[in-house]
């Protein structure tokens, strides 16, 4: 609560801060705030044309997840019948819009719905979209008792069945991107059943270990729990709570300043601000910051100090029996993962950082394709201008090579 108070009185310093300089300016230049950063996922998506569904999917430990869902594409393809399935899960802080952010031709959710296949796009507990239990409410501390662990564990393998129960399809195609690989490589090395219903996975940004991480965000990681805890407390962590997205909205609103919102952005990740549309600055924040809870900030915490791939530790031997049958935290192992994957890399990434990398392709061993971007930090994979033409189309062109494959009984990989 102490925390809450004392980030309102810096934003509200801030605005006054604003409010006076526009007043000795005169004026301070104002951009036209685009509509969407006001609207939900599925508003969104019917904004830009597209048909949306939208569902509400219960994990086996309770909480209710919102799935967006886009059946079609703009473009009718010339097959008719089931469309072959493509789940996209976000990173950290995000939510299902990730991959609508930007205009059609330049969103991995449109593009795919045009190219033919069925869409869905998952939100993680605890974001601004799945903040719903059957039992909890998020005024308990045990709602939020959770981290990427339980995200792999629960979350994906409950929406990965939700999504083939129904559209009756076997398998699917599943996108991950930075903390949606991590939930990807540890279902998919611990759940060998869940595994064979994906036909590849697509990672991107990969983040499996952050030992090498050098983004300012991976230094406040390094602080003792008891400080993160201090700071934000034991519950949910950076969430927009309307007051805070409106506010957001009207300050990268403002000339030059949307320049250091931008620059906020993309403090964790690195910086290639000539490869975003700028003016769409507001939805980016507007949709940013959609939350999680404080122990997954301290699980990654955990991951940065460890420089592994394992469960959470829960601080105790009695505590990590109870959730993981040993006493020390769970090792997982991506080398135990033998679905193909296909890795999308940035040189200039400040999270999934280049030696992390290097480390994690010498684990995958179903490895189908790999490209690095050199000039690619962590946000140009969902809002790079470029993405279209140096990811997207190959990803697209992946998946069609392989629905070719399966109906002729025969698979081969090349771009």
């Not at 398998?171 to 064979?196: C, D, H, N, R, W």
């Not at 490895?367 to 969902?382: C, G, Q, R, T």
């Amino acid at each position: 609560m102490e925390s809450a108070l004392r980030t309102e009185m810096w934003l509200l310093i801030l605005v006054a801060y604003l409010f006076q300089r526009n007043v000795n300016s005169g004026h301070m230049p104002t951009k036209a705030v685009d509509p969407e950063a006001f609207m939900n996922i599925s508003e969104i998506i019917q904004h830009k044309g597209y048909p949306c569904e939208e569902y509400e999917v219960t994990t086996e430990d309770g909480y209710i997840l919102s799935v967006n869902r886009i059946p079609q594409g703009l473009v009718q393809p010339k097959k008719t019948g089931s469309r072959p399935v493509v789940l996209l899960q976000h990173g950290l802080l995000g939510d299902a819009g990730n991959w609508i952010f930007n205009l059609p031709n330049n969103s991995l959710g449109f593009m795919l719905a045009d190219a033919g296949f069925d869409v869905w796009l998952g939100n993680s507990r605890g974001n601004t979209w799945s903040r719903k239990h059957k039992t909890l409410s998020t005024d308990q501390d045990e709602f939020w008792a959770f981290s990427y662990d339980e995200m792999a564990r629960f979350d994906l393998p409950a929406v990965i069945n939700f999504i083939l129960r129904k559209t009756g399809q076997e398998k699917i195609y599943y996108v991950g991107y930075s903390q949606g690989t991590t939930m990807g490589f540890i279902a998919f090395s611990t759940m060998p059943e869940l595994a064979q219903k994906i036909k590849i996975n697509f990672a991107l940004a990969p983040i499996a270990t952050v030992k090498h991480a050098k983004s300012p965000g991976t230094k406040f990681l390094l602080l003792p729990d008891m400080m993160i805890k201090g700071l934000f407390g034991k519950k949910e962590f950076l969430y927009q709570t309307r007051f805070f997205r409106q506010l957001f909205i009207y300050l990268c609103g403002q000339m030059v300043i949307d320049q250091i919102c931008s620059r906020i952005m993309l403090l964790l990740g690195g910086f290639n601000l000539n490869n975003m549309n700028m003016s769409r600055a507001n939805v980016y924040v507007a949709h940013s910051l959609a939350g999680t809870s404080v122990q997954n900030i301290l699980h990654w915490s955990q991951a940065v100090n460890s420089g592994e791939l394992q469960a959470f530790d829960w601080g105790s031997e009695t505590k990590n029996l109870e959730k993981g049958n040993q006493p020390t935290p769970i090792r997982y192992k991506v080398r135990d993962m033998t679905v193909p994957t296909a890795m999308w890399t940035g040189g200039q990434d400040w999270l999934s950082n280049p030696e992390d990398v290097r480390t994690l392709l010498s684990e995958v061993t179903n490895l189908i394709y790999h490209k690095n971007i050199p000039e690619w930090a962590h946000v140009d994979f969902i809002l790079g201008l470029d993405a279209p033409h140096r990811m997207y189309n190959e990803i697209i062109h992946l998946m069609k090579q392989e629905e070719t494959s399966l109906s002729q009984g025969t698979f081969s990989v090349s771009l």
